[in-house]
């Protein structure tokens, strides 16, 4: 139990049902108020994939200086990105959601915003403090939106604001045993994660893009088999984002072979076994999905098996390469799989044909970043310590 808790395999899991937890609360109790519930989980993943960038990566790297205080400087890195997420959260709910309040807007984006130091803490903490101690950080948020989310909804209250207590509660615990040290400027804190966001930024930007892609090519069925194989994929995703943390945290510690990995590889393998086998799975999930082509199915897998492979590629290269060396790559990566979403636009007209481009594409990013970590193995960066470890 303490090797789980100390894992990133749990903190996924636990985040994860947190969100489809408050979210399964809000249809059964709250359904007036679901379509904001929905909209705040996507918005989570802006302090999730922002904080990891600005501080979670260049921590990794070993490109932060060492006479910074990590906890301090990663507090500041989240402080300075406040506002700017605040910004677009709000113009992002009033174009979604226009019929929605000030105060529908408010206790959405509060968690959102709240959620930005409570994700540096943790990745600052992994690196200064134990594992344990670092997971207890977003595995006591989860815990507590959880129990937070049940008693709101037994009340009849708005379970926007399920996660600010435990958020609330863990921030004074966290901020109570800050150690002193030394704290960068706002312009400062960002500046080493500063190509590791732009990164980011790209990859969402592809995310978003492909099922407008898909719906525009292959119509509306596209979009919902997209959505019902990554649902299906769900327990795949959870692993797969958890290795990647793992790597991250244990930064050029990190070892290729692991029981995450493995654990990862053998959920793709298993899901995609199911599916493959059973059109009844399928139909649970969609009707769109049974009617699906058996090649199409097999392609889709074929494409998240390629993506597993590219991610874990492209996180050690990252570790190991210079912020722009990585940078370059993950452009490069990401104008491979742009460049395949505009060949599908010559071509594709069906379900089948797009996941067959989007395998094709996702195998070349696999190969471009095995090159580039092959061709930029000698502008590795020489490992920093922070001021609070041994030397």
């Known amino acids: 139990m303490r090797k789980l808790q100390e894992s990133q ?8 049902l947190a969100s489809v937890g408050v979210f399964l609360l809000a249809s059964w109790a709250d359904g007036g108020h679901v379509a904001l519930i929905a909209f705040q989980g996507a918005l989570l993943a802006i302090p999730y994939t922002l904080v990891e960038a600005l501080v979670g990566r260049p921590q990794s790297a070993g490109v932060v200086p060492r006479e910074w205080d990590s906890e301090r400087w990663a507090l500041r890195a989240a402080t300075t990105v406040t506002l700017p997420v605040a910004a ?18 408010l206790l959405v984006i509060v968690p959102v915003l709240l959620q930005l130091p409570i994700e540096a803490l943790f990745w600052s903490m992994a690196a200064t403090r134990t594992r344990r101690r ?4 977003p595995q006591t948020v989860a815990a507590g939106t959880l129990v937070t989310a049940a008693i709101l909804a037994l009340t009849g209250a708005r379970l926007e604001i399920a996660a600010v207590p435990a958020q609330l509660v863990v921030l004074a615990w966290a901020l109570a045993s800050l150690r002193p040290g030394n704290a960068p400027g706002p312009i ?34 596209a979009i919902v088999v997209l959505r ?15 290795s990647t943390r793992e790597d991250i945290v244990a930064g050029r510690d990190a070892r290729f072979r692991t029981k995450v990995r493995a654990l990862t590889v053998v959920l793709w393998a298993g899901i995609a076994a199911v ?3 059973s059109p009844w799975v399928r139909g649970l999930l969609a009707g769109e999905l049974e009617a699906a082509s058996f090649t199409a199915v ?19 290269h990252m570790i190991r390469a210079a912020p722009r060396t990585y940078l ?28 067959l481009q989007l395998a094709v594409a996702e195998a070349l990013v696999v190969a471009w970043f095995a090159g580039r970590m092959r061709s930029t193995a000698s502008a590795t960066l020489v490992p920093l310590r922070h001021p609070q470890e041994t030397p």
């Open 9 to 16: 395999l749990s903190v996924q899991a636990l985040t994860r």
């Open 88 to 105: 677009i959260a709000y113009v992002s709910m009033s174009i979604a959601l226009p019929q929605s309040s000030v105060l529908d807007r």
């Open 134 to 137: 670092a997971n207890l950080v």
């Open 188 to 221: 400062a804190a960002i500046r080493p994660g500063i190509s590791y966001c732009v990164a980011a930024g790209v990859d969402l930007a592809y995310v978003i893009a492909l099922p407008a892609v898909a719906g525009a090519l292959a119509g509306p069925e």
């Open 228 to 242: 019902a194989m990554d649902l299906a994929f769900g327990p795949f995703h959870v692993a797969l984002a958890a």
């Open 275 to 277: 599916v493959l086998a």
């Open 298 to 316: 097999a392609l889709y897998c074929a494409y998240k098996g390629a993506v597993m492979v590219s991610t874990w590629l492209s996180t050690r």
């Open 328 to 355: 370059v790559s993950a452009i490069g990566s990401r104008a491979i799989a742009f460049a395949g979403l505009a060949l599908a636009l010559l071509w594709v007209s069906v379900a089948e044909d797009l996941f």
